[in-house]
T-cell receptor, first 113, second 110 residues
Framework: NAGVTQTPKFQVLKTGQSMTLQCAQD?????MSWYRQDPGMGLRLIHY???????DQGEVPNGYNVSRSTTEDFPLRLLSAAPSQTSVYFC????????????FGNGTRLTVT | QKEVEQDPGPLSVPEGAIVSLNCTYS??????FMWYRQYSRKGPELLMY????GNKEDGRFTAQVDKSSKYISLFIRDSQPSDSATYLC??????????FGAGTRLFVKA
């Protein structure tokens, strides 16, 4: 049972480049979400999904897109990378949207130069 | 004012000490309270999960929730160097998605 798997672990981008961060879970969880973690600011919600085909914005969605074509996968796309998007990105899943604890992946460390 | 306030530390204690970690919050609708532990370069992992007010104990860890004061605590007894990590409080409920504190860095010295 792998839980939540994120790839890649590390990535360096130049300003303006685009990329996709991958997230997959094998727990059949309906709810999946993306967070970014910055020093002193905690985890901030970027986008989330309550099931295949359904996505919504979180607290800091600008510059990011998501889609959910299957229950297992929830990729995060950076459209045109900016230095302000340098951060550690975590994908998380849970059985439901609100009251169940989240299961996290081990993160993707992204640097935008 | 942030919805959840958590002292970032760092907190440094000797091995065997009792550690107290705390968070305050402003939204009285929160009903579910969690503590996550995050080791360096890893994702957060759930440590404690409680509903409403009261205490919950699991081994060396005790979580306390005081909803009247909007204050939650995590106590670690007989702290070990392996407890060195960042501890994140989190809360949800009342239709609100999970909100995280900024995390407290803990160092336990052997």
């Amino acid at each position: 049972n792998a839980g939540v798997t994120q790839t890649p672990k590390f990535q360096v981008l130049k300003t303006g480049q685009s990329m996709t961060l991958q997230c997959a879970q094998d727990m059949n969880h309906e709810y999946m979400s993306w967070y970014r973690q910055d020093p002193g600011m905690g985890l901030r919600l970027i986008h989330y999904s309550v099931g295949a085909g359904i996505t919504d914005q979180g607290e800091v969605p600008n510059g990011y897109n998501v889609s959910r074509s299957t229950t297992e996968d929830f990729p995060l796309r950076l459209l045109s990378a900016a230095p302000s998007q340098t951060s550690v990105y975590f994908c998380a899943s849970s059985p439901d949207r609100l009251n169940s604890p989240l299961h996290f992946g081990n993160g993707t460390r992204l640097t935008v130069t | 004012q942030k919805e959840v306030e958590q002292d970032p530390g760092p907190l440094s204690v000797p091995e065997g000490a009792i550690v107290s970690l705390n968070c305050t919050y402003s939204n009285s609708a929160f009903q579910y309270f969690m503590w996550y532990r995050q080791y360096s370069r890893k994702g957060p992992e759930l440590l404690m999960y409680t509903y409403s007010s009261g205490n919950k104990e699991d081994g060396r860890f005790t979580a306390q929730v005081d909803k009247s004061s909007k204050y939650i605590s995590l106590f670690i007894r007989d702290s070990q160097p392996s407890d060195s990590a960042t501890y994140l409080c989190a809360m949800s409920g009342g239709g609100f998605k999970t909100i995280f504190g900024a995390g407290t860095r803990l160092f336990v010295k052997a």
